[in-house]
């Protein structure tokens, strides 16, 4: 399995509060994603990057902001939650954008209340 | 844009039946196409995926074959397990290289 790691795997915090959630991962590969799941929608791509401090918006960016400042680390900031945004977050990684499939971590399952 | 659409679950199933989950997408140009399972508690996992018309995909017992003429990419099993009861996914990679995905189908398969 490709050498993903979400944190935290579960959050509960409140409206207002702003979240961070760190993607990690141990494959040096260029490319990392950042979706929300929900039911009825599949899949959903919030932002991704294609390099270090290279990022770029996806369907649902509103709300949300990125940083990558080092290879390995992505993080997915809510500067400010809400209820909206409760839903299961997967960060995904890739070698290259064409010809190669994503890998996907285990999933932050993020409530606000 | 761009598009997949599956069909809605869950599928119920009794071990060793035949599993069609049907998938079709509406893209501009020829995209690559990717069938995803995501078991309780985990992220996805690529199943199979085929690139260009008439190609079959197939892992672990599931095929797909992608059809250009109806626009499908339909995930097949000849006898389920009930460990493949997961969600599948299909999804499809557009001109900008990203994935667009489906809905998901959840797929029940009882002893």
């Known amino acids: 399995d490709a050498g993903i790691t979400q944190s935290p795997r579960h959050k509960v915090t409140e409206t207002g509060t702003p979240v961070t959630l760190r993607c990690h991962q141990t494959?040096?590969?260029?490319?990392m994603y950042w979706y929300r799941q929900d039911p009825g929608h599949g899949l959903r791509l919030i932002h991704y990057?294609?390099?270090?401090?290279?990022?770029d918006k996806g369907e649902v960016s509103d709300g949300y902001s990125v940083s990558r400042s080092k290879t390995e680390d992505f993080l997915l900031t809510l500067e400010s939650a809400t209820s909206s945004q409760t839903s299961v977050y997967f960060c995904?990684?890739?070698?290259?954008?064409?010809?190669?499939?994503?890998?996907f971590g285990d999933g932050t399952r993020l409530s606000i209340l | 844009g761009d598009s997949v659409t599956q069909m809605e679950g869950p599928v119920t199933l009794s071990e060793e039946a035949f599993l069609t989950i049907n998938c079709t997408y509406t893209?501009?140009?020829?995209?690559?196409l990717f069938w995803y399972v995501q078991y309780p508690g985990e992220g996805l996992q690529l199943l199979l995926k085929?690139?260009?018309?008439?190609d079959k995909g197939s892992n672990k017992g599931f095929e797909a074959t992608y059809r250009k003429e109806t626009t499908s990419f339909h995930l097949e099993k000849g006898s389920v397990q009930v460990s493949d009861s997961a969600v599948y996914f299909c999804?499809?990679?557009?001109?900008?290289?990203?994935?667009?995905f489906g809905t998901g189908t959840r797929l029940q398969v009882f002893p």
């Open positions: 995904a990684i890739s070698e290259s954008l064409s010809n190669q499939p994503q890998h």
């Open positions: 494959e040096n590969h260029r490319y």
């Open positions: 990057s294609y390099g270090v401090k290279d990022t």
């Open positions: 893209a501009t140009g020829y995209p690559s």
């Open positions: 085929a690139t260009k018309a008439d």
């Open positions: 999804a499809l990679r557009d001109n900008t290289d990203k994935l667009i």
